[in-house]
């Protein structure tokens, strides 16, 4: 059964453990996630309220994109962990010859390279939940408003989190142009994804405090 479909208990359970996985690529997809399922509570709460009759087309829309998100962050949770086992495989293999140290590096390369793809993907989602929190945050209903701060925080969370995951993985791979493209992409979601985040904190709180 896909780690994502088990229980919450099942799942910090083997979190916990030293089971190699989930880890913190997945623990991130599925804090991304949780969420991104804030923001569409918000929206379901805003749907059908004749207050907010003007933006309800705009939110539905919102809505449609964040099921998308919930959907693929629940599926990258199960995708880290496949893109892992290569990879644990890989730091296994032997090294006494250089025949063996030259095949394991390459090999590693390789496999790290699949194993940041993961990370680097839930960067990406996280960044597009954090663009509709910020855009929720401006119309959604305001009886539900704190939870787009902790949603928006979550996912802040997330992509800090896959963030780290991309990192790791960078340091096994010579490949200086892959690098360098993995670098920008991956910088890029990290600062305007912060920044947005921490902007919209900041709104739903000076709506609280009004």
């Not at 693929?72 to 880290?80: G, H, I, N």
């Not at 939870?147 to 096994?172: E, P």
């Amino acid at each position: 059964m896909a780690m994502s479909a088990n229980s919450c208990d099942h799942f910090l359970d083997v979190l916990a453990s030293k089971a190699p996985t989930p880890g913190g690529g997945g623990a991130a997809a599925m804090g991304g996630a949780i969420g991104m399922a804030l923001s569409n509570m918000v929206g379901n709460l805003t749907v059908g309220k004749k207050r907010y009759a003007e933006v309800e087309d705009e939110v539905k829309q919102l809505l449609e994109e964040g099921y998308k998100i919930i959907d693929r962050l629940k599926a990258l949770v199960d995708e880290d962990a496949e893109g892992f086992a290569p990879l644990a495989e890989a730091y296994g293999l032997p090294r006494g010859t250089p025949e063996e140290k030259a095949h394991k590096e390459k090999t590693l390369e390789e496999c790290s390279k699949v194993a940041l793809s993961v990370p680097l993907e839930i960067m990406r989602q996280s960044y597009r939940g954090i663009k509709i929190h910020e855009r929720m945050g401006q119309i959604g209903s305001m009886l539900a408003i704190s939870d787009v701060g902790c949603g928006v925080a979550f996912l802040k969370a997330a992509l800090q989190s896959a963030h780290l995951n991309v990192l790791i993985n960078l340091g096994a791979i010579k490949d200086q142009g892959y690098v360098d493209e993995i670098n920008k992409e991956m910088n890029q979601l990290l600062k305007d994804g912060s920044k947005v985040a921490d902007e919209t904190l900041q709104l739903v709180i000076d709506k609280i405090n009004k």
